[in-house]
């Protein structure tokens, strides 16, 4: 029984340490997102002039994994030759990682210059939405308004 | 569950472009679960630190215009609700 306990114990520890390194796996690749090389690509020569691109990173990422170890009920006689045992694990999990450029670092013989890099299509997109909605809720008060005014 | 939240400037490793040396800096918040199986990182640029060969030295700070303007709508939007909703029900009394 003690020995039956022992393999139960190193079947669920074998299906935890996979588990664990899924995880840490997944970590790694995530906190990457987070050094200073993703941000800084590489530089490019030109002649005398030196480009560093530049860009915002937003990484996203969650998951989770579980596993299970267990015995079934044993025989009717409980000298457990009906018995049976197994283990199982699984996991799932998603992320995104988005990045957009940010500025151009230029470098020349004679100065070294940040060009920002603008995203006129996300501000204006933005600015639409945002105009709709300022819009929007301007309606809606000019309604609540004249509800108030039939009170 | 316990959230991490962290703000920190990392620097990376020196270029040479040239006579001149360039050490990139990045501004990096994470948000972490205790768990840690959730997160997000938001990593940005930040400033570059210029080394001249005579010695000087000069920190240009990394604009993001697109952010800046992004949260320039936001916060005129907001505003702008503000004032109509003053001036909206102002006239109604």
Known sequence: MAEDSKTLDKNKMMIDESALDIIQKNMKEFLRAGSVDAVYGKPIKQGDTVIIPTAEVLSLMGFGVGSGYGRGPS???GNGENE???GGGGGGGGGRILSRPAAVVIVTSQEVRVEPVMDVTKIGLAALTAGGFVLGMFFRMLSARSALKDM | MTELIRTETKTGETINAGDVKITPFSKSTSILSKGKNTGLIWNR????????PDGSEQVIPVIDVTRKTLWAIMGLSAL????LAIFTFKKSK
């Open chain 1, 75 to 77: 025989g009717d006689e």
């Open chain 1, 84 to 86: 049976s045992e197994g």
């Open chain 2, 45 to 52: 640029p930040d400033s570059i630190l210029v080394q001249r």
């Open chain 2, 80 to 83: 702008a609700i503000m004032l």
